[in-house]
Every structure is written in structure tokens, then in C-alpha cells.
């Protein structure tokens, strides 16, 4: 079952959360992780869906944030996180996600719905492929900005 987060879900949502995160070697903190959460809430900025296995168990996660893009004149969902528990992946958890994050950002006006994921994540890139998704031609960047915003 997949459905947008709710307040009651967060504590289930946070160590999915945190696995996220050490599968990337990062390490924001867990009360940061929460306002991340929290303030997707009321679904002005994105949303977060939470997968449930058929015990209530959460064992997944996505995050689709709204976005706007100038080469398709269009809005454009950015699916930012897509997580499966270890013991949950090839459940099919990951296709649904997949598959809920498109329906969202179609009912929210988007034309696209756009991810990325690391190079070397084979797994995830099957996946990706398997559910008709597109390489994009593009190559991203980051621009650390450090500290607190000017002004």
C-alpha cells in the first residue's frame, strides 16, 4: 500500500529515512530529517509517499518535490528519494512508488516526472529501466553553498 505521509507515519518514515542516508554516506541529522518530513505535510512543495508491506510494516519511501522546467514549458515533478528496505526490494514496493510518484505528478500538472541516481547504482538503474523510464542527457552538478542564507 502506498500512500502520501501523514504526521502519525513519521516515526515509521524515519529510519527509512536514516537507511537512506547511510546507503549514501550521508549523515544530516535525524531532527533535520523530521522538518524535511514535517514541512512536506501539506503537500505545497512535494509530497512523500511511504510504502507498507501487506503487514503494515513501512518498507519504503519516495519523495517528489514540485518544480517548474523552462526547455518543456512545463511542470515537472523531481522524484528527489526512492528507498526500498534490503528486505523488501524485488516485493515490487519500488515499482509501486514508482508508479504512485507519476500519478501524483500527473494529478499535480506536471508533463515529466525526472530522477537521478548514483552511477555505480546498478540495482536502481535496472529498475529504472525495467519501468520505461528514460536516460536523461544531462550531467548534474552541485554547488555546496555552505553556512546560513544572506541577507
Given amino acids: 500500500m502506498i500512500a502520501a505521509t ?4 513519521l ?3 524515519l529510519p527509512l529515512l536514516r537507511a537512506y542516508c547511510d546507503f549514501y554516506d550521508v ?3 535525524d531532527a533535520a530529517l523530521r522538518a524535511l518530513s514535517e514541512a512536506l505535510l501539506d503537500g505545497a512543495d512535494g509530497v512523500q509517499l511511504l510504502a507498507r508491506d501487506d503487514g503494515g510494516r513501512a518498507v519504503g519511501f519516495a519523495t517528489v518535490y514540485w518544480t517548474w522546467q523552462t526547455l518543456t514549458a512545463s511542470r515537472v515533478g523531481v522524484m528527489n528519494d526512492l528507498f526500498v528496505a534490503p528486505a523488501a526490494r524485488g516485493s515490487g514496493a519500488a515499482e509501486a512508488l514508482i508508479a504512485e510518484c507519476a500519478d501524483r505528478a500527473r494529478d499535480h500538472g506536471a508533463t515529466h516526472l525526472t530522477w537521478q541516481t548514483a552511477l555505480d547504482n546498478a540495482r536502481a538503474q535496472a529498475l529504472y529501466d525495467r519501468v520505461g ?9 552541485e554547488l555546496a ?3 546560513a542564507p544572506r541577507g
Wanted: hydrophobic share 25%.
Fill in 133 to 141: 523510464a528514460q536516460r536523461s542527457r544531462w550531467l548534474d552538478y
Fill in 145 to 147: 553553498l555552505g553556512g
Fill in 11 to 13: 516515526d515509521d518514515l
Fill in 27 to 29: 549523515a544530516p541529522p
Fill in 6 to 9: 501523514r504526521e502519525e507515519d
